[in-house]
């Protein structure tokens, strides 16, 4: 914890304030993460227009990912561990909050805005392809034969996903 105060330049003392342990401050920063990651999706509406809002909340979770990659690997390694940390996180509310995305979804279907398609998993789809470029970043580096993706391989990911997924739902752009 003295090593956290250090770095943000705060008394340990003001860290102890709201964290008792490191494992509190732990799960503050994954929760951290997902309010970050989830801000743009939570102002979905069924008023929207799926061909604008879903390229911007595509290129903005592969920014956040690409800028913060530690912060999604990290996230990342929680989830694939079972996710022990973030019980509390994952409670009725996120599925409130999650059910209530889905219902925006639903909606732009039965506006014909998208193809009838299943909400929850294109959403799924979205955020795992968005976060793999970040989490799974040495394999996409291999590939690529790259120390690491540059800004034109970022850029390449991006639309590819973008195009990708409005073809998908049946989103003319």
Known sequence: MNAIAQRAGLPKANIHYYFKNK???YVAVLSNIIDIWDA?????????DPAKVLPEYIR?????????S????????????????????????????FEGRV????????????????PEHLLFMIWSTTQHYSDFSVQISAALNKQTPDDAD???????LIHVILKGCGVIK
């Open 23 to 25: 494992m509190g401050l």
């Open 40 to 48: 743009s999706l939570s102002d979905f509406t069924e008023d929207d």
């Open 60 to 68: 903005q979770k592969i920014a956040f990912a690409r800028e913060y």
């Open 70 to 97: 530690l912060a999604s690997r990290i996230f990342a390694a929680e989830i694939i561990s079972g996710a022990s940390n973030m019980k509390a996180y994952f409670s009725d509310d996120y599925h409130v909050w």
């Open 103 to 118: 219902a925006v979804f639903r909606k732009w279907i039965e506006q014909g805005k998208i193809d009838a398609i299943t």
């Open 154 to 160: 970022y850029d390449a990911a991006t639309e590819t």
